[in-house]
């Protein structure tokens, strides 16, 4: 099948895009990996395509004080060999598993954000580091921090007139760790199931965000600190990751029975992904937690 007949524009400015967006039934496309084949299929007719990719000021990524701002054209690829991209470690985990290198050579960060496939890898992680979307309209700028973006299955609070600028997100900081994990039958298939994981430590003080995806509409995140002071109690304070990944496992299956909420599919029943979950969590959170400690105690020596 061949993509319906569509008009194609391919502007040079933000302000060109924004204007162009004002047209009923445009869409942007940035690197294609998702949107041409939704139009060759025909699940989508969009009377006029906006490619972004000759706007100079959308290809930058940069780092800004605590943040690292990632323009809509850069590809997910760049921030896996650029440096400054080194400071969100969480991006750098999971990249590796975001399709095939050649996917990710084209396809863009702000792009797997804006398509928001409740299986995306990115998606995941913006919502575990709490993310913020910057949107331009013709009418100006907007921002919305990650818990409230993601709306549903491939769907968000973009306007049709609006584009994913950039996405913000936060530099991590010392006595941080994270950890990133999925299940897919095949490498570079979307998962089944995945977590990101985000542990701060400050002296006696631990806190632990999961992120879990493939398992609802859009990206779960829970709060995991009770989970993992429980399993700090059994072992001590500074226990090897092999010993805190039993103690979380006792703790794991709660979290998972509450945040997989997919009716099944033909990939997996819920009690499967269930299953996953929890064993990703209890592996993931362990790791976070180690790679906080360590990272704490190098700002300490420093
Ligand atoms: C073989 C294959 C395997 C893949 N495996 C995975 C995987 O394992 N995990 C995963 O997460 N992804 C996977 N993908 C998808 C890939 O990551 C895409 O690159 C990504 O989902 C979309 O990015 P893109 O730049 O290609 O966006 P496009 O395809 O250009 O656009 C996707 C959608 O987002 C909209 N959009 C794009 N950019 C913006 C913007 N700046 N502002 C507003 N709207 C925008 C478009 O209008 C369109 O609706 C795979 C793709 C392929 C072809």
Request: charged content about 20%; some cysteine.
């Amino acid at each position: 099948m061949k993509a319906a007949p569509f008009a194609y524009v391919r502007p040079g400015t933000v302000a060109d895009v924004v204007a162009e967006l004002s047209r009923e039934g445009s869409k942007v496309i940035a690197g294609g990996q998702s949107l041409v084949p939704v139009l060759a299929m025909r699940l989508g007719r969009p009377a006029q395509l906006i490619d972004i990719n000759a706007v100079p000021e959308l290809s930058a990524l940069s780092r800004d004080n605590g943040s690292l701002r990632v323009g809509a054209t850069v590809r997910q690829r760049q921030l896996q060999r650029e440096q400054v991209a080194a400071t969100v470690p969480l991006i750098r985990l999971a990249l590796p598993w975001v399709g095939h290198r050649e996917v990710r050579s084209r396809g863009t960060v702000c792009g797997s954000i804006a398509h928001a496939d409740p299986s995306a890898e990115l998606p995941a992680v913006a919502a575990c580091l709490e993310a913020t979307m910057v949107l331009t309209s013709a009418r100006g700028t907007r921002q919305v921090p990650a818990v409230d973006f993601f709306t549903g299955a491939l769907s968000t609070v973009i306007e049709p007139e609006e584009l994913l600028s950039e996405v913000v997100f936060p530099v991590a900081k010392p006595g941080e760790g994270f950890g990133f994990g999925e299940f897919a039958r095949r490498h570079g298939d979307f998962a089944l199931a995945g977590v990101a994981v985000r542990v701060r430590t400050t002296g006696e003080s631990v806190d632990a965000r999961l992120t879990c995806f493939g398992v609802s509409d859009v990206p779960v995140s829970v709060d995991v600190s009770s989970q993992l002071h429980a399993a700090l109690e059994t072992t001590g304070p500074d226990p090897s990751r092999a010993d805190l990944l039993s103690a979380l496992a006792e703790h794991t299956p709660d979290v998972a029975d509450d945040v997989v909420d997919t009716t099944g599919d033909s990939h997996a029943s819920p009690a499967y992904r269930r299953q996953l979950i929890s064993a990703l969590a209890a592996r993931e959170v362990s790791r976070a937690y180690v790679s906080a400690r360590d990272s704490e105690s190098e700002g300490r020596s420093r």
